[in-house]
T-cell receptor, first 115, second 112 residues
Framework: DVKVTQSSRYLVKRTGEKVFLECVQD?????MFWYRQDPGLGLRLIYF???????EKGDIPEGYSVSREKKERFSLILESASTNQTSMYLC??????????????FGSGTRLTVV | TQLLEQSPQFLSIQEGENLTVYCNSS?????LQWYRQEPGEGPVLLVT?????EVKKLKRLTFQFGDARKDSSLHITAAQPGDTGLYLC????????????FGKGTKLTVNP
């Protein structure tokens, strides 16, 4: 069964800490995404990667960075965690060609609480 | 900026009732996808529609893509408690971007 695996389901971090969220996919997908999901705001794209070492800012990249050293792994980094980064973080991957109908495969999410 | 507006935002119904969720935009999309998300989990793809006017059925769920490829609907017949979840529509923008545009979702609760 193909899957996207996020390293942690729940995470509690202190303000100012550097936080790493890891995502691994086993489907050889070119594209990988990081979203955050908040009530009333929907899914908001943080960063997108379309190839190894390639990345593109999404709608809300401030306070975040990403790393994609290998095709299967996409990491989200919170440089200095703040309480307004408390959220559900979702990783997704896809083959290229969403306009032809390819969909995203999502991980189960990481619920991050910053205290 | 392309937007997808979903309605209603919340829906609470009794088991056995029918319902329709709408996804509308002023923009044209190459394809339209529907996802369901259960609490504490990531969204799961239900269906993709790619042709204007296309209708797809998945058991009790019927999905339709508007003729102009600007809107879509999801109809559930005889809803069951297992249908409870957040339903998200997502559109693939014309021009080849791989970044889907997501609606904010419809939270459906089916009461036994």
């Amino acid at each position: 069964d193909v899957k996207v695996t996020q390293s942690s389901r729940y995470l509690v971090k202190r303000t100012g800490e550097k936080v790493f969220l890891e995502c691994v996919q086993d489907m050889d997908h070119e594209n990988m995404f990081w979203y955050r999901q908040d009530p009333g705001l929907g899914l908001r794209l943080i960063y997108f990667s379309y190839d190894v070492k390639m990345k593109e800012k999404g709608d809300i990249p401030e306070g975040y960075s990403v790393s994609r050293e290998k095709k299967e792994r996409f990491s989200l980094i919170l440089e200095s965690a703040s309480t307004n980064q408390t959220s559900m973080y979702l990783c997704a991957s896809s083959l290229s060609g969403v306009n032809y109908g390819y969909g995203y495969t999502f991980g189960s999410g990481t619920r991050l609480t910053v205290v | 900026t392309q937007l997808l507006e979903q309605s209603p935002q919340f829906l609470s119904i009794q088991e056995g009732e029918n319902l329709t969720v709408y996804c509308n935009s002023s923009s044209v999309f190459s394809s339209l996808q529907w996802y369901r998300q259960e609490p504490g989990e990531g969204p799961v793809l239900l269906v993709t529609v790619v042709t204007g006017g296309e209708v797809k059925k998945l058991k009790r769920l019927t999905f339709q893509f508007g003729d102009a490829r600007k809107d879509s609907s999801l109809h559930i017949t005889a809803a069951q408690p297992g249908d409870t979840g957040l339903y998200l529509c997502a559109g693939a923008p014309q021009g080849g971007s791989e970044k889907l545009v997501f609606g904010k979702g419809t939270k459906l609760t089916v009461n036994p």
